[in-house]
């Protein structure tokens, strides 16, 4: 048995742990192997949480693990709140924020083009107004998705052209240190993203480049000798052969194409066929029609969750037969116009089962909006920070807090912000939303990834092969070699 290794992607505050099947030739039939994993998240080591998840085709309860979890710092703010309270502006403008990482103690904030790199931390780790820039100089890039997002794996935070902040230490992070994994993969094009590392997978922007644009879809990964360079495992064309392109969605052996603002819909393919020898066109499952689509769309559990800036609307789309998409809700986050101001794109985030987008919180157990953010100052909490806030391009939660960055240049909106966006402490463990394979799946490729949804901001240097995460036969104790 052999399998490739496992990486720990953040996509908008999604991280998606997912494990390459490589040579197993039991599972596309058999009730074979259990995953097992204890991981720390960013607030404190004693939120953990055992859970068990089986990889194939059962769901089997596992002991408690004893694992050593590396410790992680008390770098963040966990006390009572008063939802909605802006905690902390900062002094100057930020441009547009696009991207927003929380590493090992720390915050790191680009620009677009991943310009103006920040590191900011709390100084007073039960204080958010003790927020602030610490450093200015000397950051490397560590962007991807369009410069929209970012990866984690291991010690590490990096991007589309590599990992180069690494944890050394308990709050002490290195820079420049580069992760020598990702500098074997030669960056594709920029009509491809690696957020699923190391798998890249299509991302177009028609809206921007139109429909005459060229936009293959290809479906890529490193080469397997581990010689620098990737491999197109098969490319075609999903906008003329089925009328949708814009970001792409990898979860097992499920790839979503969903619509950017171009409003064309969503497809759902099954690309176990990648996998044969030669390689086969993905099978186009189901494809959604209507006027959906989303600047970035993002998964949270079993739905597809879009953004449509014009309509003010999120929409919910419902994958758990993936033949059969549908949407199970249209959220109207409008809201009160006196409370919005300057607004843009919007790059969604979640948390436990909350989606934050368009300044709102929404539950999604029942699809209701529990919070509105005020960027213009009206109606603010008493003791908030006064002045404009744009949330609009970045909502990032962690604990009971959201650090917001805008997309607006005028009017002192385009601040950086700190807000709490719930009374209590966070003290809710972290669980798995989602997982592909799912329960009682068959014929499960060899080559496709595991991948498991966990909607919260963990630490992926507590993610270790073999010791908190554990790949396993069932009936067996003795972790599988990864």
């Known amino acids: 048995m052999e399998m490739q290794r496992i990486f720990h992607q953040y996509q908008h505050n999604f991280l998606v742990i997912s494990r390459e099947i490589h040579t197993v030739a039991s599972f596309v039939s058999e009730n074979l192997f259990q995953l097992v994993f204890t991981i720390g998240n960013c607030m404190k080591t004693n939120r953990l949480k055992i859970q068990s998840v089986t990889t194939a085709l059962s769901t089997l309860l596992v002991a408690t693990l004893s694992a050593q979890v590396p410790a992680v710092p008390v770098a963040i703010p966990n006390v009572p709140q008063v939802p909605g309270t802006l905690l902390f502006r900062s002094a100057e403008d930020q441009q547009r924020i696009t991207n927003i990482m929380y590493h090992n103690g720390s915050f790191y904030t680009n620009t677009v083009g991943s310009g103006d790199r920040k590191r900011w931390t709390f100084s007073d780790p039960t204080n958010a107004s003790t927020f602030g820039i610490r450093q200015t100089t000397g950051i490397p890039s560590a962007v991807e998705h369009g410069n929209h997002a970012h990866t984690k794996t ?137 006027n959906f689509g989303s600047y970035i769309s993002i998964p949270f559990e079993h739905y597809i969750i879009l953004a449509d800036l014009e309509t003010r609307k999120v929409e919910v789309i419902d994958f758990q037969d993936p033949s059969n998409l549908k949407q199970v809700a249209s959220i109207d986050c409008a809201g009160d116009t006196l409370k919005e101001g300057a607004f843009n794109v919007t790059y969604m985030q979640a948390q436990d089962n909350f989606v934050f987008a368009m300044r709102h919180k929404i539950n999604m157990d029942n699809f209701t909006k529990v919070l509105e953010l005020s960027q213009t100052g009206v109606g603010r909490p008493a003791g908030s920070v006064p002045g404009n806030v744009d949330t609009s391009q970045y909502l990032m939660p962690i604990g009971n807090l959201l650090i917001s960055g805008g997309y607006s240049f005028a009017d002192g909106f385009d601040r950086l ?26 014929n499960f490729p060899i080559g496709a990834p595991i991948s498991l949804l966990i909607h919260e901001s963990l630490e992926s240097y507590t993610i270790i092969n073999g010791e908190t995460l554990i790949l396993r036969e069932v009936g067996t104790t003795t972790p599988i070699d990864c």
Request: with cysteine.
């Open 154 to 290: 291991g010690d590490w935070v990096g991007g589309f052209y590599g990992a180069g902040i690494r944890r050394t230490g308990v709050g002490v992070n290195s820079l420049d240190v580069f992760n020598p994994e990702f500098e074997t993969y030669s960056p594709p094009t920029d009509m491809l993203h690696t957020l699923y590392w190391p798998w890249a997978i299509p991302f177009q922007w028609i809206q921007y480049a139109g429909m005459d644009s060229p936009t293959p879809t290809s479906i890529m990964r490193p080469k397997t000798s581990g010689t620098p360079g990737s491999q197109t495992l098969f490319s075609w064309n999903s906008l003329a052969e089925d009328g949708v392109t814009g970001n792409s969605i990898l979860l097992g052996n499920l790839l979503f194409i969903t619509s950017d603002a171009s409003n064309l819909g969503v497809l759902c393919y099954d690309i176990s066929p990648v996998f044969k020898t030669p390689a086969e066109r993905p099978i186009l499952l189901d494809k959604l029609t209507g």
């Open 417 to 442: 912000g700190v807000w709490a966006h719930q009374a209590a402490p966070d003290t809710k463990s972290h669980y798995v939303g989602y997982h592909v394979p799912r329960p009682n799946q068959t």
